[in-house]
């Protein structure tokens, strides 16, 4: 194009195209996602400026998003009336990205290349435009540029940018025009375009136009002459150029196009003739999900609404849909995904601030509520939507109220109702537990307030832990654990190690087992701390067998007296074992604890315990 100016894309998004343009990925349609959510995002970025500054919503009345496809000429195009952007931010936004967006792509699809799908959470998401057209244009008129421009690329390597010849046509917003290539024409198809509307961006809370024709039979009206054709034509043309962009519940409707008309005046004797109708439908109609009746919703509607929202390519392993009342009114919606996020304890506290969702009586708010969840729970993903802010509340301000926290505890404490209904089966919470028990953990020393309900989701390896109807053993809870207590048993008996093979052959549990007291086998090592912590459950002491003098509350004074007597006749041998080991043992006893094994090293009771010192030179390398 005359007056283009041709930049290099920086190397990153050279990369991520490459990946993108070459890539064998199926699912293509995501493309559509990507673009609808920028859109999206665009046009709340305008409606939140309005809110106090008028003067942005004057360049264009409406908030809202249309798609339109051409078939003849291949041309999809997604346009919104949002933020647009200014010359210098098409340059920057799209022509460069955050290394660190552009690695973790790579890497994660380079692992998997299903993984593509995810694109949208890495920050790259506009460039799967590239997984369906050969040629995109964006066109975008933001309120602070008087020009409105033509971002235009073709290939990894290079964009133009240019003043748009036609003139100012979008008032403010932006256009995206997709040429796509031969394997994506299926993305012309009205149909195919409104199930992927549904599909994923049904709870866009802009209404979204897809641009649909529908043929009808309308009566004839006087035979068609070549010229009335030709005189029709130039005034259909004339009506596209200014044919208006939907406006809410109206329809537009055109004449029909010149070959249905040729096909209807070579009929004479037809009473009627086709004529192509055109409307503008709106195709994500329901009510956002979180406002229905949970009675009303069924599982995979939540299911699917949480793939669709949340980018998610598994189904949750829960949702908790309810009303917080008394104190502040609201509705929400949680969901545990089936996975964690990889390293989570490591991870940027900033990656986790898009689960949780703030919406004012339907009006998205914010997804960067900074420590709004603590740490252990900030997998958690969902939906908040509030009765009580003001519409206009600040992102920043809204971090602060007193509203928030009172959301906030109530979010906290639906989470942990969700465990523990999901720890009803155990067959399904094995699993699942497994993949959250750092953050359960993490849970009881961080937040004292809800350490008893989480001491109670937790679960262990065990000695006693009895078979299950389908053959197999499940880790046990602590409560199960109480049950299956020996009369006369003492307390809870635990020993911490890191492998569980191993432990299970530890002298430590001889004396144990053969009083047939059961001991849980805690292999991780934020165990040792939880135990530091969780001193008793349910009244019950915690005891670890590996440490200080151990009591089985069978001693009676005959057992005593044995002991006494073993004692004194080993004294000359723990008194010159004691100075032997001096710089490395405290003392060495004759004990009741060992049946078998000769000798055992056991911590002091205030001590740590072998696993704990393995854990603290691990930490210290
Ligand atoms: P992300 O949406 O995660 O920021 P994208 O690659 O999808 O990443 O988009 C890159 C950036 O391009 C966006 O952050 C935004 O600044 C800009 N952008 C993309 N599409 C639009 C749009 N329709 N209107 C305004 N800005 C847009
Ligand atoms: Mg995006």
Redesign the pocket.
């Known amino acids: 194009e005359a007056g283009a100016e041709e930049f290099a894309f920086q190397t990153e998004v050279s990369r991520v195209m490459n990946i993108i343009i070459n890539s064998l990925y199926k699912t293509k349609e995501i493309f559509l996602r990507?673009?609808i959510?920028?859109?999206s995002?665009?046009?709340d970025?305008v409606r939140f400026l309005g809110i106090t500054d008028k003067a942005v919503l004057q360049d264009n009345a409406y908030l809202n998003i249309t798609i339109e496809a051409d078939p003849a000429s291949r041309w999809l195009t997604?346009q919104?009336s949002?933020?647009?952007?200014t010359k210098a931010?098409l340059k920057?936004?799209?022509g460069t990205?955050a290394k660190s967006?552009t690695a973790d792509f790579i890497s994660a699809v380079e692992k998997n290349k299903d993984e593509l799908g995810l694109?949208?959470?890495?920050?790259?998401?506009?460039?799967?435009a590239f997984l369906v057209a050969d040629r995109v244009q964006?066109i975008?008129k933001?309120p602070s540029d008087p020009v409105q421009h033509v971002w235009e690329s073709t290939d990894a390597s290079k964009f133009t940018l240019a003043e748009d010849p036609s003139g100012n046509t979008l008032g403010r917003?932006?256009r995206?025009r997709l040429h796509l290539k031969d394997d994506a024409t299926e993305f012309l198809d009205q149909t195919k375009l409104r199930e992927l509307v549904k599909k994923y961006s049904e709870f866009v809370q802009f209404p979204i136009y897809l641009r649909t024709t529908k043929t009808v039979e309308v009566e004839a009206e006087e035979p068609e002459t070549p010229a009335a054709d030709a005189a029709d034509a130039a005034e259909k043309k004339d009506e596209e150029a200014k044919e208006d962009k939907p406006v809410d519940d109206e329809m537009v409707v055109e004449d029909a196009p010149d070959a249905a008309k040729a096909d209807a005046a070579g009929d004479k004797k037809a009473k009627t003739v086709s004529e192509e109708v055109v409307d503008w439908e709106q195709v994500n109609v329901n009510k956002p999900i979180w406002l229905r009746s949970a009675a009303d919703v069924p599982t995979e509607d939540y299911n699917a609404f949480f793939k669709a929202y949340f980018n998610d390519a598994d189904d949750p392993a829960a949702h908790i849909h309810f009303k917080g009342e008394g104190g502040s009114d609201f509705k929400s919606l949680l969901f545990i995904p089936r996975r964690p996020p990889n390293n989570m304890f490591q991870a940027d506290p900033q990656s986790f601030i898009r689960n949780i969702k703030l919406f004012v009586r339907r009006v998205f708010i914010t997804d960067e509520l900074i420590d709004f969840l603590p740490r252990y729970l900030s997998f958690i993903k969902g939906v908040i939507d509030s009765d009580d802010f003001p519409l206009n509340v600040s992102r920043e301000t809204v971090q602060q109220t007193r509203l928030l926290k009172v959301i906030k505890n109530k979010v906290v404490s639906k989470t942990l109702q969700m465990f523990k209904t999901l720890a009803r089966n155990a067959t399904s919470y094995e699993p699942l537990y497994k993949a959250y028990a750092s953050n359960l953990k993490a849970g009881i020393l961080e937040d004292t307030r809800n350490a008893k309900k989480l001491t109670q989701l937790l679960r262990f390896h065990s000695t006693g832990a009895p078979v299950a109807d389908d053959g197999r053993t499940y880790m046990t809870s602590l409560d199960d654990y109480v049950e299956r207590m020996r009369k006369g048993q003492q307390g809870i008996y635990f020993l911490t190690g890191n492998d569980l093979d191993q432990m299970r052959k530890s002298p430590y549990l001889e004396a144990l087992t053969t009083r047939g007291y059961e001991v849980l086998l805690m292999d991780e090592s934020l165990d040792e701390y939880v135990t530091q912590s969780v001193t008793e459950f349910d009244g019950v002491k915690l005891i670890n067998v590996g440490k200080g003098k151990l009591t089985f509350g069978d001693e009676d004074d005959a057992a005593k007296s044995a002991e006494k007597e073993l004692a004194d006749e080993f004294q000359p041998l723990t008194t010159w074992l004691t100075e032997q080991f001096k710089d490395t043992v405290d003392k060495t006893l004759v004990s009741n604890r060992l049946t078998t094994t000769p000798c055992a090293l056991i911590a002091a009771e205030g001590g740590w315990t072998g696993r704990m010192q393995e854990i603290m030179e691990a930490q210290k390398a």
Do not use: C, P, R, W
């Open positions: 990507e673009l959510s920028n859109a995002d665009a046009v970025k997604i919104d949002g933020i647009g952007m931010e920057k936004n799209l990205i967006g694109i949208g959470q890495f920050g790259v998401g506009f460039y799967s964006v975008s933001h917003g932006t995206i």
